[in-house]
T-cell receptor
Framework: SQQGEEDPQALSIQEGENATMNCSYKTSINNLQWYRQNSGRGLVHLILIRSNEREKHSGRLRVTLDTSKKSSSLLITASRAADTASYFCATDDTGFQKLVFGTGTRLLVSP | GAGVSQSPSNKVTEKGKDVELRCDPISGHTALYWYRQRLGQGLEFLIYFQGNSAPDKSGLPSDRFSAERTGESVSTLTIQRTQQEDSAVYLC??????????????FGPGTRLTVT
């Protein structure tokens, strides 16, 4: 079963704008990860944030984690057309050594 | 270095036939995962191998699905008597696993299975 739920399901913006995606999950976690998927094929790891961290940056990506609300957000600043993809959050239930992926947000960045 | 590879990249088969999908993980990665992704959907966990431990098969949807892994190398996912609802992209991933925290997963390009 899927633990994470991304919101919104789809997002359409113009180049240069910021894109924010949210993820909610249900159980206690060790860490939360964000992945990108282009064209329905393999996923690419973007960033990992541990349960004792509240914010993490990587280039134009900013991830926040609120364990009290069981939620995370991914912010992509100054978006580019090449950022067009589906974005998934993934959590590891503390009881299991495997990731559970959310339903994904489809991002479309128009030139 | 080489990433995760999967073969074939595309497979079209007739309903009722068996298919075998292959995954070559990154060398040294002890954990290997299979996922299924139907069109426009999220990833559905199928099975997880970790070293020599018994695999976690909790995600396999029916007894028509099975998977094997030879040591910490190649894995094959077999679907017997394929049905049209088996049509999907099958993704394999590998990772390092330490303690009780999972690490980032490295995905292969997937096998797109179409059952006609």
């Amino acid at each position: 079963s899927q633990q994470g739920e991304e919101d919104p399901q789809a997002l359409s913006i113009q180049e240069g704008e910021n894109a924010t995606m949210n993820c909610s999950y249900k159980t206690s976690i060790n860490n939360l990860q964000w992945y990108r998927q282009n064209s329905g094929r393999g996923l690419v790891h973007l960033i990992l944030i541990r349960s004792n961290e509240r914010e993490k940056h990587s280039g134009r990506l900013r991830v926040t984690l609120d364990t009290s609300k069981k939620s995370s957000s991914l912010l992509i600043t100054a978006s580019r057309a090449a950022d067009t993809a589906s974005y998934f959050c993934a959590t590891d239930d503390t009881g299991f050594q495997k990731l559970v992926f959310g339903t994904g947000t489809r991002l479309l960045v128009s030139p | 270095g080489a990433g995760v590879s999967q073969s074939p990249s595309n497979k079209v088969t007739e309903k009722g036939k068996d298919v075998e999908l292959r995954c070559d993980p990154i060398s040294g990665h002890t954990a290997l995962y299979w996922y299924r992704q139907r069109l426009g959907q999220g990833l559905e966990f199928l099975i997880y191998f970790q070293g020599n431990s018994a695999p976690d098969k909790s995600g396999l949807p029916s007894d028509r699905f099975s998977a094997e892994r030879t040591g910490e190398s190649v894995s094959t996912l077999t679907i017997q008597r394929t049905q049209q609802e088996d049509s999907a992209v099958y993704l394999c991933a590998s990772s390092l696993v330490g303690g009780r925290s999972s690490y980032e997963q490295y995905f292969g390009p997937g096998t797109r299975l179409t059952v006609t």
